[in-house]
Nanobody
């Protein structure tokens, strides 16, 4: 299953942006968790946050806590990352990912995720 992330773009510091993620061709797939990761130029991919598909509970990295939210639409099989109060250091390629289970590696680890999107670039100007 290929995930498709969209919604990236250029935004000024302090602004907001919403990223969306959907399975290709409307396909459904089994997953416990949908996560977001990001990779800034010259840096390793880092965890942003995840949502537990069944309950809607969310968890975020400290760097984005209080500024970012994640929601899911079960009917549309999509997940969204709402980013507020953006900072230049939020500039990165953002990836959505799906995990069948996080029990082995934990949901903050990219190793837990089985399905990945192609990434969408977010650029925050100062």
């Amino acid at each position: 299953v290929q995930l498709q992330a969209s919604g990236g773009g250029l935004v000024q510091a302090g602004g907001s942006l919403t990223l969306s993620c959907a399975a290709s061709a409307g396909r459904t797939f089994s997953r416990d968790v949908m996560g977001w990761f990001r990779q800034a130029p010259g840096k390793e991919r880092e965890f942003v946050g995840f949502i537990i598909w069944s309950s809607g509970s969310t968890y975020f990295a400290d760097s984005v806590k209080g500024r970012f939210t994640i929601s899911r639409d079960k009917a549309k099989n999509t997940v969204a990352l709402q980013m507020n109060s953006l900072k230049p250091e939020d500039t990165a390629v953002y990836y959505c990912a799906g995990a069948i289970s996080c029990s082995r590696y934990g949901c903050a680890s990219s190793r837990a995720y089985d399905f990945w999107g192609q990434g969408t670039l977010v650029t925050v100007s100062s």
